[in-house]
């Protein structure tokens, strides 16, 4: 596992992967990595711009794969659902499923269009409605893996159901740590869900350590868009000393999602100091994120914000 590179990953050939937020960063490193492999690869972002870009630079390295685009606005019930609903149309079954899109420290509380504190409701809640969307089209794969990217942020994370939105003493590295705990919290009750029903699924995590990716302007720069985050200057002066490439920090969600080592109810991420770079290896899960009952109480909170169950997903 320590040495793993994208050469590493086996064909892909009929494997279908859908990756969220695959227009940049960990996520569009994903998506060349598995079309390289010979996937059929469904890129769901937001930016329609970047998406056909995306799209041209794979079909001009890789002549003849087959890959596509879907507008995905995950702070969008209403997107996520019709999302899920063009490419369950479109696909008999989805090998691979990669939960990646996200925004960080965002300086002020935004709200989703649903109501949701913006950070927990695009990281997390809207993944959650799309996946159980998918589900039905997961299952229907031979060996279908769910892919979910957390955070090293998880480990300060708490989910605060007393005031889940954030409404009182909102902060952005609360609410952040709060929406990666909720990715990493999912992915391990999907996976038990998955065993006690005998389902032929695996679900793990990944986390990319610290890698330059987007993530360090996107979100501190919302609402303040003429002048750099006081994140984007302190990253900075750490990248040369602590942080890998958006390619490397990719390896993690790669290894996860096809190597045929790769075990579920596990987060993989950077094998170096504080898993901030390195090569992919079982990573550290804080043990607050063990508590099983904490999964559950979540997993039905978020059918509850949502109005999706796992339940019906599956079934349909």
Not at 60 to 80: Q, R
Not at 107 to 135: C, K, S, V, W
Not at 221 to 248: H, I, N, T, W, Y
Not at 253 to 258: D, S
């Amino acid at each position: 596992m320590s040495s793993f590179t994208v050469k590493d990953i086996p064909s892909q050939s009929g494997r279908i992967a859908v990756i969220t937020g695959a227009t940049g960063g960990i996520g569009y490193e994903a998506a060349k990595a598995l079309a390289a492999a010979g996937a059929s690869v469904i890129i769901a972002s937001r930016n329609g711009q970047k998406g056909a870009e995306v799209l041209a630079e794979i079909r001009g390295t890789w002549p003849g794969t087959d890959a596509s685009f879907e507008p995905l606005d995950l702070s969008d019930l209403s997107s996520v659902a019709a999302c899920a609903s063009r490419i369950a149309g479109s696909v008999p079954h989805i090998d691979l499923l990669i939960n990646n899109a996200g925004v960080m420290a965002i300086p002020t509380r935004y709200e989703t269009i649903d109501g949701f504190e913006m950070q927990l409701g695009a990281n997390y809640l809207g993944h959650f409605a799309f996946d159980m969307h998918l589900m039905p089209r997961v299952l229907a794969a031979p060996s279908p893996r769910v892919v979910t990217v957390s955070s090293l942020a998880h480990r300060s994370g708490k989910i605060q159901f007393d005031d889940l939105q954030l409404q009182k003493g909102y902060t952005p590295w609360k609410a952040y740590s709060q929406s990666k705990l909720a990715t990493l919290l999912f992915s391990l009750e999907l996976e038990r869900r998955a065993r006690a029903e005998a389902w032929n699924l695996i679900s793990n995590a990944a986390h990319p350590g610290y890698s330059l990716t987007g993530l360090q302007s996107t979100g501190p720069r919302m609402g303040r868009e003429d002048r750099p985050a006081l994140l984007e200057r302190v990253a900075k002066v750490l990248a040369p000393f602590m942080s890998q490439s958006a390619a490397d920090g990719a390896l993690p969600t790669l290894y996860a999602a096809t190597s045929p080592d790769a075990s579920g109810g596990v987060m993989y991420g950077p094998d170096g100091f504080y898993e901030l770079r390195g090569s992919p290896k079982v990573a550290k899960i804080a043990s607050p994120a063990l508590n099983k009952a904490i999964w559950r109480r979540l997993w039905e909170t978020s059918e509850e914000l949502t109005g999706v169950t796992g339940r019906s997903a599956a079934a349909a």
